[in-house]
């Protein structure tokens, strides 16, 4: 008995196995065929990709894409017509090597599992349906990521990977930064002479930009038109190759700004600009430093703010220099031919220095300078954002720096008077509201709310109504608008036009969540009350009272914008 057990188990036990051998063969054969049908089709897929990196570099294809991107944008391309068809007809006979294309599209399946994936590589916002950024890749300074935070997603390119990253992203446009060459960082010497590996890497990712139909834009270390004063501000080996735009730097008055604590160093501040100057200037800045005792500091660039920041007199070597001095709080002290070089507006706020023996006196009236003026202009004509804006309006591109600015202005209007004064501020504010919206009360006649929404509305000042709540804040319930900044509008008295310029500037200044007047306290300091004048949104929303604000974590500037 236990021996016929036994033999059944065993046969059993052999024609699992056998069955189990079976279909392991099946598996392997089905296996079989299927690697067969992917090497097939990467065989086949290999071949596609060849034949359209032949075609793609045809001289007939890249004629029609010169012509036809010249004629979808006109004011940009149409320019440059000549010159590329200049250069394809220069290049019609070079030898396309197989297997390659100028975009590096061979780098692409390496990252991403499906194409579509590398849309939301540059911009992980665009999956939280907030608002998109302006995404800018390129060849990055020291300083540029840290100028640009807070207006646009940046994505730098290295020497090694550029043309992948650049591939595997969304970008806007590709900038250059001309203070990438400065010694030390993965791009030393760009542009200077006898560096070829470094231009010939940097020819091939802007190729690859135009191949895409980005623009290419060269950041120079200042304005441009400095003559001598600008120092190297373009290397030679940038200044002859093809850009389609100039930028002009803006000064990021989140990097640069007034916000410090404690009491400034009274002496004098001159920073080394690291450009040889003109002989007339090395010389008024050496007699301004040794009549006021200056002190002479190289930082670093992330040393910089802070440092500027420390001092409240500095002396400007470059007209570079002038915007970040201007935007730390400092009374700028120049030499007559930086000055001259400085626009109008400018000009205006600093002293110019043409006889060094009357700096003392000048001195004397440190204490009372107020740098608000300067930080208005600043804000309105020279910062990183209003040019950046500025810039995407040239190109084309479909991007606000500057929305982190926008303004809801609420207020509750009573009667008559009060909407037509309100509409008057709002229209003769030099920061314009993007948005108002107003509890009309009980007195007020609906021709008026009628004529003061067209009135505003005629200037693109969007306008809408809300019940009557608690104008600082504390009704806990969502306010109109989509703007990130609410600012409660006081309709008893007449508004100054710089009021919100002097509120969002100081808000960008020092990343604060609300500004306002605080009792006792001085401009641009950090407080634990304030009287409410501008709130980002979701702290306005919450419905808590502003005393508690603090308490809750948020950053508080005092600024009292009316006085």
Request: glycine share 10%; net charge negative.
């Amino acid at each position: 008995m236990t021996e016929s057990s036994t033999s059944e188990t065993a046969e059993k036990s052999a024609e699992s196995a056998k069955a189990l051998r079976t279909q392991q063969a099946q598996a392997n054969r089905q296996v079989a065929k299927l690697r067969a049908a992917v090497r097939e089709r990467d065989d086949r897929l290999r071949e596609l990709e060849e034949r359209l990196v032949a075609l793609e570099g045809s001289t007939t294809y890249r004629f029609g894409r010169i012509v036809v991107g010249a004629a979808r944008r006109p004011g940009r391309r149409a320019t440059r017509l000549p010159r590329e068809l200049y250069r394809l007809w220069k290049h019609r006979d070079a030898p396309q090597r197989p297997g390659q294309s100028s975009d590096f599209t061979r780098g692409r399946s390496e990252v991403f599992d499906r194409e579509e994936d590398r849309l939301l590589a540059a911009s992980p916002a665009a999956l939280e349906g907030s608002v998109r950024q302006l995404v800018i890749a390129g060849v990055f300074g020291p300083s540029t990521t840290a100028d640009l935070a807070g207006f646009a997603r940046t994505l730098p390119l290295f020497p090694h990977d550029g043309g992948l990253v650049l591939e595997s992203s969304d970008a806007d446009l590709v900038l250059v930064d001309v203070t990438a060459g400065a010694p030390g960082g993965p791009w030393a010497y760009l542009g200077e002479p006898g560096m070829y590996d470094r231009e010939r890497t940097l020819g091939t990712l802007l190729d690859a930009a135009r191949g895409r139909d980005l623009p290419v834009v060269l950041w120079p270390a200042g304005r441009g038109d400095e003559g001598e004063l600008g120092g190297a501000a373009t290397a030679p080996g940038l200044s002859r190759l093809d850009w389609d735009a100039i930028a002009v730097p803006g000064v990021s008055l989140l990097r640069f700004n007034p916000a410090w604590g404690a009491e400034r160093d009274r002496t004098p501040l001159v920073i080394d600009p690291g450009v040889r100057l003109p002989l007339g200037v090395r010389r008024a800045v050496d007699a301004i430093t040794a009549t006021i005792g200056a002190r002479v500091a190289d930082p670093t660039p992330a040393e910089l703010p802070q440092l500027l920041r420390r001092h409240s007199v500095t002396v400007a070597a470059t007209p570079a220099q002038v915007p970040e001095q201007l935007a730390s709080g400092a009374f700028v002290l120049c030499p007559a031919a930086v000055a001259g070089a400085l626009p109008a507006d400018l000009r205006a706020h600093v002293h110019v220095v043409t006889d060094p023996a009357a700096l003392p006196e000048t001195l004397s009236a440190v204490p009372l300078y107020d740098p608000r003026l300067a930080l208005r202009t600043l804000f309105l004509r020279h910062s990183a954002p209003v040019r950046l804006a500025e810039l995407c309006e040239r190109l084309g591109i479909d991007a606000d720096p500057a929305a982190g600015r926008r303004v809801t202005v609420v207020a509750d209007v009573g009667s008559a008077a009060d909407a037509a004064r309100l509409a008057d501020d709002v229209l003769a504010q030099s920061h314009r509201p993007a948005e108002v919206a107003f509890a009309p009360g009980a007195g007020l006649p609906g021709g008026a709310l009628t004529a003061v929404t067209a009135r505003l509305a005629e200037h693109g000042v969007t306008v809408c109504t809300r019940s009557a709540g608690d104008p600082a804040g504390r009704s806990g319930t969502a306010t109109p608008g989509e703007a990130p900044w609410v600012a409660p509008w006081p309709t008893g008295a007449r508004v100054p036009e710089s009021h919100l310029a002097d509120l969002v500037c100081a808000a960008e200044c020092s990343g604060a969540d609300a500004v306002g007047p605080a009792a006792g306290a001085p401009d641009h300091t950090f407080v634990a009350a304030v009287e409410p004048a501008l709130v980002r949104r979701e702290l306005y929303e919450t419905g808590g009272a502003p005393a508690g604000w603090s308490a809750q974590g948020a950053r508080l500037m005092s600024l009292d914008s009316r006085g």
